[in-house]
C-alpha cells in the first residue's frame, strides 16, 4: 500500500508565500515523477510542476518564475514553494507520484488526498 500525505495549505494574502511538502510512504521501489496539480472550483485539474528523478523540472506557464518545485529522494518528498501567490492560485491542491511498488511491477500513478490553498485579502 503506497499513501501521498500533503501539508502546508492555507490561507494567504496577495503576494505572500505557501510551501506545500508531500511525503510518500509505504511499499516503494522506486520514484519516476513527482509533481503537484490544482484544481479550482468548476474548473479541471491542471497540471503546476513536475520533477523527474533526474532533476529535470517543467512548470505550468502561470506559475513560471514564482513556484519552485524540489525533491528530496531520500525521504520521498517533494515541495511546492509558491511565492508572489496571487488569488487565481486559488484551489485545491495535489500531490502525484509514478511509483513501482516492486522491481518486477510497472509503474503506477498515486494521488495525494489535496490541500486547499487560499489567496485571499
Known amino acids: 500500500q503506497v499513501q501521498l500525505v500533503e501539508s502546508g495549505g492555507g490561507l494567504v494574502q496577495p503576494g505572500g508565500s505557501l510551501r506545500l511538502s508531500c511525503a510518500a510512504s509505504g511499499s516503494i521501489f522506486s520514484i519516476n515523477a513527482m509533481g503537484w496539480y490544482r484544481q479550482a472550483p468548476g474548473k479541471q485539474r491542471e497540471l503546476v510542476a513536475t520533477?523527474?528523478?533526474?532533476?529535470?523540472?517543467d512548470y505550468a506557464d502561470s506559475v513560471k518564475g514564482r513556484f519552485t518545485i524540489s525533491r528530496n529522494n531520500a525521504k520521498n518528498t517533494v515541495y511546492l514553494q509558491m511565492n508572489s501567490l496571487k488569488p487565481e492560485d486559488t484551489a485545491v491542491y495535489y500531490c502525484n507520484a509514478a511509483i513501482r511498488t516492486m522491481v518486477t511491477m510497472p509503474q503506477y500513478s498515486y494521488w495525494g488526498q489535496g490541500t486547499q490553498v487560499t489567496v485571499s485579502s
Open positions: 520533477s523527474t528523478s533526474g532533476g529535470s523540472t
